[in-house]
C-alpha cells in the first residue's frame, strides 16, 4: 500500500490540497475538458490512485467540497533519469494559484521515495500558450518537440526505384533490424536518456507482435570496400550495411494501445513507440530512422513504402535526418503535421 498524506489537508486560500481517494477520477472527468490529443490522454493517465509500480504519487486540489484538479509524479521506466509529472485544474480555477499549490504538494508527497531528488518532464500541446507559460513560469525549459506527420503516397516519388534490389523487406525479429533500431533509439533520445536495454528487450519493447509491430524494411545499399557505391554487383544483401530502416504498426493494435494507457494508467512512454493518431483507415503508421545520416537513403526507403499508400511518422527535433525529409515534404505540401507537442524538463539545481 502506498503511502498516504494525512488527512487534514493543507489549504491555499479557498483550495484545499487533499491526498487521491476512491472516486476522484470520476470527478475529475466531470470538470476536465476532453483530451485533444494522444500526448494529452496519455499525460491524463498519471492521475491515479498512488501506487508502487510505476511509482506515483497524485494529489487532489478542492474548493467547497468540488474537485477541481490534480497532479502526479511518477517514476519513469524507461527513461529513469527523469520522473514524469503532470498537473490539471479545471479551466474556471486556472490562474489563481491552484496550478502551483498542485505541483508542490506532489513534490512534497514524492519527498523520500525513489523520485525525490529527480528532474522533472512534462509534455503539452505544442504551442498552447496557457500550458507553455504555466510550466516555463515554474521553471520547465523546452527539451523538444514531437510531430506526427501524414506524407500522401506517392510523394517522393521516383526516389529510389532505381535502387530496387537495396530494399530488403524482413521479419520484425531480424536482429539486423534490431541492432540497427537500438542504435538509432539511443541516439535520438540522447537529450533523455533511456535506460540500458539488451537486444531482446528492444525487440520485446518496440519490434513485437504485442508491441504492435506488423511489418519491417531495411535499406541496404550495395557497396565496396572503399564504401562506394557498386551499383548491381550482387553482393549478399545480408551482408550489406543498413542505412535505414522503417517498422510498420498495425493500426488497430495503435488504437487499442491508447484505449490501454488510459485504462491502466501507464506512464506515456509505455506506448510511444505506437502513433495513433487518426491518419485514416488507409494510412500506414511507421517508424522510420537513418543509421548513418543520410537522408538519401531514408528517402528512397520511404518513397518505396509509399507508392500507393499514406504514411504516418513521427519525428523529433532530436531526429535531425528524419526531421529535414519531413521539413521537404511540409515545404513542397505533400505531407501535413496532424499534431504535436513539446516535451519539457525541470532538471535539479546544482
Do not use: C
Not at 533520445?189 to 504492435?212: C, H, K, W, Y
Request: hydrophobic letters at 45%.
Amino acid at each position: 500500500m502506498a503511502p498516504s498524506t494525512p488527512e487534514k489537508p493543507s489549504t491555499t486560500g479557498s483550495v484545499a490540497i487533499r491526498p487521491w481517494r476512491d472516486g476522484d477520477d470520476r470527478a475529475l472527468a466531470q470538470v476536465l475538458p476532453d483530451p485533444g490529443s494522444p500526448a494529452q490522454l496519455a499525460a491524463r493517465a498519471l492521475l491515479r490512485e498512488p501506487g508502487e509500480s510505476p511509482l506515483t504519487r497524485t494529489v487532489v486540489a478542492v474548493v467547497d467540497s468540488v474537485v477541481v484538479g490534480a497532479a502526479a509524479i511518477a517514476a519513469s521506466p524507461a527513461h529513469p533519469g527523469r520522473a514524469w509529472v503532470h498537473v490539471e485544474v479545471a479551466p474556471e480555477e486556472r490562474r489563481g494559484g491552484v496550478g502551483s499549490a498542485l505541483l508542490e504538494a506532489a513534490a512534497a508527497e514524492a519527498a523520500g521515495t525513489a523520485v525525490d531528488g529527480l528532474g522533472l518532464r512534462t509534455r503539452i500541446v505544442a504551442g498552447d500558450p496557457e500550458a507553455g507559460a504555466f510550466a516555463h513560469a515554474r521553471g520547465f525549459t523546452d527539451l523538444f518537440t514531437t510531430r506526427i506527420v501524414l506524407i500522401d503516397a506517392g510523394a517522393l516519388g521516383a526516389a529510389g526505384l532505381e535502387r530496387a534490389e537495396d530494399l530488403q523487406v524482413i521479419d520484425t525479429g531480424s536482429v539486423a533490424l534490431t541492432q540497427a533500431f537500438a542504435s538509432w533509439y539511443e541516439r535520438v533520445n540522447a537529450p533523455d536518456p533511456a535506460a540500458p536495454m539488451s537486444i531482446g528487450q528492444v525487440n520485446t519493447r518496440f519490434l513485437s507482435e504485442a508491441a504492435g509491430a506488423h511489418g519491417a524494411a531495411l535499406w541496404r545499399p550495395d557497396v565496396g570496400a572503399d564504401g562506394a557505391g557498386t551499383e548491381g554487383s550482387g553482393t549478399d544483401i545480408n551482408k550489406r550495411p543498413v542505412t535505414a530502416f522503417a517498422v510498420s504498426y498495425a493500426q488497430k493494435a495503435a488504437e487499442d494501445a491508447d484505449v490501454q494507457a488510459a485504462e491502466a494508467s501507464v506512464v506515456p512512454e509505455d506506448d510511444d513507440h505506437v502513433f495513433a493518431v487518426g491518419g485514416g483507415e488507409d494510412a500506414t503508421e511507421l517508424t522510420i530512422g537513418s543509421v548513418d545520416g543520410n537522408v538519401q537513403d531514408l528517402r528512397s526507403l520511404v518513397a518505396r513504402l509509399s507508392v500507393d499508400t499514406p504514411v504516418v511518422v513521427e519525428v523529433t527535433d532530436a531526429m535531425e535526418t528524419e526531421s529535414a525529409l519531413v521539413e521537404e515534404l511540409l515545404a513542397s505540401g505533400s505531407a501535413r503535421i496532424l499534431t504535436a507537442y513539446t516535451t519539457l524538463v525541470r532538471d535539479p539545481q546544482g
